[in-house]
């Protein structure tokens, strides 16, 4: 069990468009779910934490109003990158943690994001 | 959140046992030590958690001497498939995020 899944799991899109990317905690509830970001051999990054029913966390540095999220149900979270620019050509990876009960976190495969 | 230092990289050969160590000075008294795998283009995956002492699961050991100061994961019998990037968390809030260090490549060769 705790599987999460990730849509799509690539895009390209063009300077000025907004891409959604979906994430899915399959088989379990997750109240909370976390977004990171990945440049070509670097660690992750996190951009934020998501919180079913309310306003995300965003990390220092994070534009909240560029990378929106929107953590609408226990299962599901999603991110915008709105306006997207070739800098934020990235890849995108969200994980979910089935609540208190447990340290352990489940990774979805990531969101390759180019932007032209 | 406790600092982790790991290697950046390590090669070794298929067969061969790998001993991954972290160093974690600074760990606080309920924090455990989480180690996750990732390969290209993925997501990372659970490897082995622990606390203290010893924990072995079908993949891997995780040694942890009596300061928790620093732990061990163990790879037996490394085959090609285990070249990845590894990286070693320390943490004790559950539901948190998990902040990522560098991670140590692992080139496996045949």
């Known amino acids: 069990g705790a599987v999460v899944s990730q849509h799509p799991s690539w895009v390209i899109c063009k300077s000025g468009t907004s891409v959604k990317i979906e994430c899915r905690s399959l088989?379990?509830?997750?109240?909370?779910m976390f977004w990171y970001r990945q440049f070509p051999k670097q660690s992750l990054m996190l951009m934020a934490t998501s919180n079913e029913g309310s306003k995300a966390t965003y990390e220092q540095g994070v534009e909240k109003d560029k990378f929106l999220i929107n953590h609408a149900s226990l299962t599901l979270s999603t991110l915008t990158v709105t306006s997207a620019h070739p800098e934020d050509s990235s890849f995108y990876i969200c994980?979910?943690?089935?609540?208190?009960?447990?340290?352990?976190?489940?990774f979805g495969p990531g969101t390759r994001l180019t932007v032209t | 959140l406790a600092k982790t230092t790991q290697p950046i990289s390590m090669d070794s050969y298929e067969g061969q046992e790998v001993n991954i160590t972290c160093s974690h000075n600074n760990i606080a008294t309920n924090d455990y030590i989480t180690w996750y795998q990732q390969f290209p283009s993925q997501g990372p995956r659970f490897i082995i958690q622990g606390y203290k002492t010893k924990v072995t699961n079908e993949v891997a050991s995780l040694f942890i001497p009596a300061d928790r100061k620093s732990s061990t994961l163990s790879l037996p019998r490394v085959s090609l498939s285990d070249t990845a990037v590894y990286y070693c968390l320390v943490g004790n809030q559950a539901g948190t995020a998990l902040i990522f260090g560098k991670g140590t490549t692992l080139s496996v060769s045949s």
């Open positions: 994980s979910a943690s089935k609540g208190a009960s447990t340290y352990e976190q489940y």
């Open positions: 088989d379990f509830q997750a109240t909370t």
